[in-house]
């Protein structure tokens, strides 16, 4: 009987260990799936998500302000050309003495 309980309690650490040892490997392929991905992407041009997004939003915030400053810029324009035209003050002429 206890043989068959050593060569069970073996049987059980080797299960155990090729558990561990599965789990290592899936670990260490997922890793190198994902640098070899990341690297793909890089040589590629292409960009992440969250980095498209930041762009997008930038990219929006611009556009909004471009619009407040063309519309301030006309408005500016309106007003100087409703304004009368005023004759020009003569600067003293310098005198050779």
Known sequence: MSSQKKVLDDISKLMINAVGVAQGAKSEAESVFSTWLDRWLTERNLVLREEFDAV?????????????????????????????IQGRARRPSKSKE
Request: no cysteine.
């Open 56 to 84: 997008s939003l930038m990219a929006a915030r611009a556009r909004e302000e471009n619009e407040a400053l063309k519309s301030r810029i006309e408005a500016l324009e309106a007003a100087i050309q409703n304004q009368p």
